[in-house]
C-alpha cells in the first residue's frame, strides 16, 4: 500500500513525481474526466474508505491550480464520498457519469452499483449486478457498461452489462471462467482488450474481445 502519486511523460519517456495520494491506498480507482483526475474509494490497509478526490492537473503553461506554493507538490480535494465504502471495485465514466459498481468492503464481495452526476454532485443507486464481483474491471463500450471479472471467494462464469437505456442487466460468458481478478481492461474502437490479472496464479494473457457492431444495410427504395 503506497501514497506515491507519479506522472508519465510520454514524449520523454520518463516518470517523474508530483506529489503524493491523501493517504496510502490500494484497490482505488483513478479515472480521468475531461480535465481532471478523480481517485475514488479504495482500501487503506485496515478498511475500505469512501472518498472521492479531485486533481486538475495544471494546462500546459498555465499556473498549477492543484499545487502546493509552498512544494510545488500536487493537492487534492475531497469533493463527494460515496454511498458505501468499497474496495477493487470497477469505475467507469459514461455519459456525464462516473459508474461504481460491485467491489469488496472489507468482509464481502459486493452487488451494489451507483452513478455520481459531476454537475449536480449527487448519487444514484442502480439495479444491482446479478452476481457479486470483487476485482472486477468496467468499461463502456458506447452502449452498455460492461463488468468483467472479479471473483474474489467464488468463480464465476459469466460477465455482465448494463444497458444503459433499460437499467437492465444481461450476463454473457467468460472468456476465462474462474477467479479472474485485478486485470488490466480498456476499450478501443469497439473492441476490449483484457491483460494479465490472477488466477490462481499470475497471468501473461492478453484478450480481445468485440462488444458490439454495426451492420450496414442497403437502402430500399420504392418507385
Known sequence: I?????????ATDSWSQIGKLPYPLAGAELLAVDNALYLIGGWDGQAAQREVWRYSPPAEGAPAADTDSSTGLAEWALITRMPTARAFFGAVYAKEEIYVIGGYDGQQEEQ????????????RELPPLPTARGGLRLVYDGLDIVALGGGWTHSLDTNERLDLNTNVWSNFPSPLPGEWRNFGAAEYRGRIYLLGGWSGDYLDIHLQYQSS??????????D
Open 112 to 123: 451494489r452499483a451507483d452513478a455520481y452526476m459531476l454537475s449536480t454532485n449527487t448519487w
Open 2 to 10: 503506497s501514497d506515491q502519486f507519479w506522472v508519465y511523460d510520454i
Open 213 to 222: 457492431f454495426s451492420l450496414l444495410l442497403p437502402v430500399i427504395k420504392n
